[in-house]
């Protein structure tokens, strides 16, 4: 900064700092100083080392005066070639700035996307039907939807109409004047059902009963099992019934209805009050007993101490193990074994030695400890000569 001429008086101070008193000559070179920040709650502006002007706001850092003709440093904080980045200036806050009024998509679509105006109910955005071309908002036509695979022609359109009946069924018409639908069936053949009569068989109808036209239905009265009726393996006592040591000894038993138990009743004619074990249960004699197969246990007392099952002679009542069960009629075996080897315990069994059974007193398998085990059951051998155990199943 220089003076063309003359002398002056006073002080000149550059970014605040006074670098000349007066009196002063013109043409005095000023000394080319670094502005400083202005004095803590003060301001001040001039002219850097640089030649550019800055001020320095209440004891700011001097920042640099764009005069006309400067090229903008920064722009949102970010000097070099700047960008546009989340957080500038949108379009909506430029003074006389607006988005294009039918903007282009390309590529990936993320949000926020434009809000689409209030279309017309039940139409969509597609192309134009039959030809490519700008989307736009349309009613649905045919033409928008794909081939199936099912039938949607010939017999599926008859269905409007009378249909046609399948392969191998015929049509069945009921008495006159009846105008009702009928069903197609393969099973009748009678055209008239109304010619069906109680008293006789009419084409596929076999007769229901005798010559009354009018038969009344009645419930039998009976009720389904099972039932806690108790089942006598022996109808009459005065036998013998005697066990076989650490194998299973088995008589063949018929049961003709449902029968719900929980254990037994049996008779002691010859005590035992040792140390030995006895078991008494069922067994399933034929090929299968529901979930059960022939020579499987389904029901025993377990090893029972002769204490408690033979100490005395006379009827002892025990409990199954497995608790309460239901038998369904047919073949089973009442089973023995024990571990006594002499004086053992004897039951009370038919008194006839004239008992019908399938098996008589036959041995299989091996058990220990008293204790009944699952066996391969043997054919049957029908016998009537034997002595079954006299057992009371409740």
Do not use: H
């Amino acid at each position: 900064m220089a003076a063309t001429s003359g002398t002056f008086s006073g002080n000149v101070t550059v970014g605040g700092q006074l670098i000349l008193t007066g009196p002063w000559v013109a043409d005095t070179p000023i000394p080319s100083l670094a502005m400083t920040a202005a004095p803590a709650g003060t301001s001040s502006i001039g002219i850097s080392n640089d030649g550019n002007f800055y001020i320095s706001t209440n004891g700011g850092v001097p920042q640099q005066i764009t005069t006309g003709g400067s090229a903008v440093t920064s722009t949102f904080g970010r000097t070099g070639t700047v960008t546009a980045q989340n957080g500038d200036y949108s379009v909506a806050q430029v003074t006389g700035a607006a988005p294009l009024a039918s903007p282009t998509f390309t590529g990936v679509v993320t949000e926020p996307v434009p809000t689409l105006p209030s279309q017309t109910a039940n139409y969509f955005f597609a192309a134009p039907n039959g030809s490519a071309g700008a989307p736009s908002f349309r009613a649905i036509v045919a033409a928008d939807l794909p081939t199936l695979n099912q039938n949607t022609t010939g017999t599926a359109a008859n269905l409007s109409g009378t249909p046609a009946l399948p392969n191998g069924t015929t049509a069945t018409t009921q008495n006159a004047g009846d105008s009702s639908a009928k069903l197609a069936t393969t099973a009748f053949t009678t055209t008239n059902f109304a010619a069906m009569s109680v008293s006789g068989s009419v084409g596929d109808i076999p007769k229901i009963s005798g010559n009354n036209p009018t038969p009344t239905l009645m419930d039998s009265g009976v009720l389904s099992g099972p039932y806690p009726v108790p089942w006598i393996t022996a109808v009459r006592g005065g036998g013998t019934a005697a066990f076989s040591q650490n194998v299973v000894k088995m008589w063949g038993v018929v049961l003709t209805y449902p029968l719900l138990t929980s254990g037994i009743i049996y008779n002691v004619t010859t005590a035992d009050p040792g140390a030995n074990s006895y078991d008494i249960g069922i067994a399933c004699g034929q090929v299968s007993c529901g979930s059960y197969s022939a020579g499987q246990i389904m029901l025993d007392l377990g090893a029972t101490a002769a204490s408690t099952f033979s100490a005395t002679t006379g009827g002892k009542t025990l409990s199954w193990t497995q608790g309460t069960k239901t038998l369904q009629p047919g073949k089973y075996y009442v089973v023995f074994t024990t571990n006594c080897a002499a004086s053992c315990a004897l039951l009370a069994a038919g008194g006839s030695s004239a008992d019908i059974t399938f098996q008589n007193g036959t041995t299989a398998g091996t058990t220990s400890g008293g204790v009944l085990a699952n066996f391969t059951a043997p054919s049957d051998l029908w016998s009537w000569g034997a002595n079954i155990p006299a057992l009371v199943v409740k």
